[in-house]
């Protein structure tokens, strides 16, 4: 059974920081295409960030510079490093693993911005 769990979400203030994580199982970890995407309230669900097998990293441009992706191969967990939060970073955060034509993913984590 596939599952990916995400932690690390909550409420912070403008400039703080969070670090997410997504524990997986079910899986070979190692191969797959991992990423994060946000659902903002009434928005589409977006990618934020990704990062492939050999560890090449990829990031929606607004948080450039602010998140960074990382992997653990051997824990089999992804995270996602946000610093200088914004308001415009509330949303739901989900953890998304793709190989081919398969990709699963996990049940989200609130992330809220606010003063």
């Known amino acids: 059974q596939v599952q990916l769990v995400e932690s690390g979400g909550g409420l912070v203030q403008p400039g703080g920081s969070l670090r997410l994580s997504c524990q997986t199982s079910?899986?070979?970890?190692?191969?797959?295409?991992m990423a994060w995407y946000r659902q903002p309230p009434g928005k589409q669900r977006d990618m934020v960030a990704t990062?492939?097998?050999?560890?090449?990293?990829t990031y929606l441009d607004s948080v450039k510079g602010r998140f960074t992706i990382s992997r653990d191969n051997t824990k089999k967990t992804l995270t996602l490093q946000m610093d200088r939060l914004e308001p415009s970073d509330t949303a739901v955060y989900y953890c998304?693993?793709?190989?081919?034509?398969?990709?699963?993913w996990g049940q989200g984590t609130q992330v809220t911005v606010s003063s």
């Open positions: 079910g899986i070979t970890f190692r191969f797959y295409k």
């Open positions: 990062i492939t097998a050999d560890g090449k990293q």
């Open positions: 998304s693993a793709v190989l081919e034509d398969r990709q699963h």
